[in-house]
């Protein structure tokens, strides 16, 4: 086993702007614990990203609860997962999973005990479960009451259109519809997602908007426009998460956690706020 580097990523910092309500939630994050090794398929792990580093990003930005998602890096292998889960406790965190066509419902309904709300479904490079097995996982986790959340390029969403509109279950759209590069907020596909949406079983996630931003933090201006659309619409349907620890970007482009939580001062209303951070992750993830 080889050993992986210790966190050297800011964990502190000036506190946001943003004064939080209480029972915000981040609602998706990574974590990369001692003596979980990246598997066959996924990149490569530069370094740790511990509980104990995220509980001081945590503090930072004055949130109280987390939603873990499974890392690419792990694919399949949902031990890292699990154990960060059992060290954050049930009572404040939930996950994220990458559910297998053919797991069994006994290690479903153990990973329920243990936190886990939804599973994974990744169509970018190093995705461990794609669109093409989308609707085996969607039978495997309906009776547990679960949700698909589901990354895409936006700019491809007529590729995914139709397996979406087939969903039962609840499903998130990902990454602000993570268009890459992004499209003006009047394009046909935002419109299609906000029938999505009105159909009532969609979220929209606003979350890593520096991965695909041409324009640039700290507002990313383009990626805005999508979002602001978006949250106009149905606040009701939006949730938000920070991407820590921000692995898809170089050391170089590493954004401010602070200004990621900050954008919301800009998008949102006060009322649309407790909301996004509050009302609606509890909806969703059983808090």
């Known amino acids: 086993m080889t050993a992986i580097p210790a966190n050297t990523r800011p964990l502190e910092g000036p506190p946001p702007r943003l004064e939080t309500p209480?029972?915000?939630?981040?609602?998706?994050?990574?974590?990369?614990?001692?003596?979980?090794?990246?598997?066959?398929g996924g990149p490569a792990i530069a370094e740790l990203a511990t509980v104990a580093d995220y509980r001081q990003v945590q503090q930072r930005l004055g949130l109280e609860r987390v939603v873990v998602t499974q890392s690419n890096a792990y694919q399949r292998d949902n031990g890292a997962l699990i154990?960060?889960?059992?060290?954050?406790?049930?009572?404040s965190a939930r996950g994220v999973a990458a559910v297998a066509p053919g797991t069994p419902g006994k290690c479903l309904r153990e990973w329920h005990e243990q936190?886990?709300?939804?599973?994974?479904?990744?169509?970018?490079?190093?995705?461990?479960?794609?669109?093409a097995e989308m609707p085996e996982v969607e039978r495997l986790i309906r009776p547990l009451g679960w949700h698909l959340m589901v990354q895409f390029n936006?700019?491809?969403?007529?590729?995914?259109?139709?397996?979406l509109q087939r969903l039962e279950v609840d499903y998130i759209i990902d990454h602000i519809g993570k268009f890459m590069p992004p499209v003006p907020a009047d394009d046909c596909r935002v419109d299609e997602i906000l029938r999505l949406l009105d159909r009532g079983n969609a979220w929209f996630k606003i979350c890593g908007g520096y991965e695909t931003s041409v324009t640039g933090g700290p507002c990313y201006e383009d990626v805005e426009a999508i979002a602001r659309r978006v949250i106009a619409h149905a606040?009701?349907?939006?949730?938000?998460?920070?991407?820590?620890?921000?692995?898809?970007?170089?050391?170089?482009?590493?954004?401010?956690?602070?200004?990621?939580?900050?954008?919301?001062?800009?998008?949102?209303?006060?009322?649309?706020?407790?909301r996004i951070l509050v009302d609606n992750p509890a909806v969703l993830y059983g808090f």
Request: include cysteine.
């Open 83 to 91: 154990e960060a889960l059992t060290q954050l406790g049930t009572a």
């Open 22 to 40: 209480p029972g915000a939630t981040d609602c998706h994050m990574h974590l990369y614990l001692p003596g979980y090794e990246a598997q066959p």
């Open 154 to 163: 936006g700019q491809h969403l007529d590729d995914y259109l139709d397996g």
């Open 235 to 274: 606040p009701e349907r939006v949730i938000w998460g920070s991407n820590w620890p921000h692995v898809g970007v170089p050391r170089e482009r590493y954004p401010d956690d602070a200004e990621q939580l900050d954008v919301l001062l800009e998008w949102t209303s006060a009322d649309d706020r407790q």
């Open 115 to 131: 936190g886990v709300r939804g599973a994974r479904i990744m169509n970018l490079p190093c995705g461990a479960v794609t669109h």
